[in-house]
C-alpha cells in the first residue's frame, strides 16, 4: 500500500516530453530547411550569404536533434540566444539595397540575412519614383523578420555550442 502512494519524483512530466517532441521537431524542420536552402540557393548571386544561412539551420537543427551530445546550459543559451537575435535583427537594418526596376519602381529593401523591411514608389521617371519611395512607410515582411530573428537566435546558440565544446576540452587536457 505505500508503495502505491509513493510518488515517483524522476517520471517525466507530460511538458518535458512535449518539449523533447518541440525540440525534436524544430531541430528535424531545421535541418532539412537548411539542406534545402543550400540546394536551392547556392548557385544564386548571393551564394556566400546563401551557405552561410543554410549552414547556421542546417547546423543548429542538428544541435537541437542531439542533445544527448551537446548538453546547453539552458538559462545561459536562452540568454545568449535572445540577445543575439534582437541586435542581430538589428544590425541586419543597417544593411539596405536600393534599386530601379521596370518602368521607374524605386525599391528600399533593409534586413540581413532576408531583407524584412521595405518601401517603394511607381512613377513615371526614376526622380519621382525615389522621391516618392523616401517619403514612403516602411512595410514589414513578418515571416521574414521571423527568419532574421531565427537565423540570429541559432547563431547564438552556435556560439553557445562552441563555448562549451571548448571549455569541454580544456577540461579534458588539465587531466
Request: hydrophobic content about 55%.
Amino acid at each position: 500500500m505505500a508503495d502505491e502512494t509513493m510518488i515517483d519524483e524522476k517520471a517525466p512530466s507530460r511538458w518535458a516530453a512535449a518539449g523533447r517532441t518541440a525540440r525534436w521537431l524544430l531541430g528535424a524542420l531545421s535541418l532539412v530547411c537548411g539542406f534545402t536552402w543550400i540546394l536551392l540557393t547556392v548557385h544564386g548571386t548571393s551564394a556566400a550569404g546563401d551557405l552561410t544561412v543554410g549552414t547556421v539551420f542546417a547546423v543548429a537543427g542538428l544541435v537541437l536533434l542531439m542533445p544527448h551530445r551537446i548538453r546547453l546550459p539552458r538559462l545561459v543559451t536562452t540568454l545568449v540566444m535572445v540577445m543575439v537575435a534582437i541586435a542581430g535583427t538589428a544590425a541586419g537594418l543597417a544593411r539596405g539595397t536600393e534599386r530601379v526596376s521596370g518602368m521607374y519602381a524605386y525599391i528600399a529593401d533593409r534586413g540581413f540575412p532576408v531583407t524584412w523591411a521595405q518601401r517603394g514608389a511607381i512613377a513615371d521617371d526614376v526622380d519621382t519614383a525615389e522621391r516618392l519611395a523616401h517619403s514612403a512607410n516602411w512595410t514589414v515582411d513578418l515571416i521574414s523578420l521571423a527568419t532574421n530573428l531565427l537565423f540570429w537566435a541559432y547563431t547564438g546558440m552556435i556560439l553557445v555550442v562552441i563555448a562549451v565544446l571548448i571549455r569541454r576540452k580544456a577540461g579534458e587536457s588539465r587531466r
